[in-house]
């Protein structure tokens, strides 16, 4: 699965906060060409590093999330319905225990 609309959306949010590639690496605690690395090859960051992204750029986790699970069921209508919505679901769900903390 191609993550090219999460990452899409991460660039967006860059600019429009006038933050760059390299910062965000450091600013989420990582080494400077972690964020420009992953980009560039469409990696799927883990839990710990997306939630950091929101952190960092003032987002929530569905903002961020929300062009990869459209990009899912473009991808694939109708037939994995089921696994969309619990992706949604979990996504909500986490977003509602971020906002908790």
């Not at 109708?78 to 696994?83: A, F, L, M, S, W």
């Not at 979990?90 to 225990?97: D, L, P, Q, R």
Request: with cysteine.
């Amino acid at each position: 699965m191609d993550i090219h609309g999460f990452w899409n959306n991460v660039k967006k949010i860059l600019k429009e906060k006038g933050m760059t590639q390299k910062y965000l690496s450091t600013a989420i605690g990582s080494k400077p060409r972690v964020i420009e690395n992953q980009i560039a090859n469409n990696a799927i960051p883990n839990i710990e590093e997306t939630l950091n992204i929101c952190k960092v750029l003032d987002v929530s986790l569905p903002v961020l999330l929300g062009p990869y699970v459209q990009e899912m069921d473009a991808l694939d209508p109708g037939r994995d319905q089921d696994k969309i919505f619990k992706i949604k679901a979990k996504v909500e769900e986490i977003s509602h225990i971020i906002e908790d903390n």
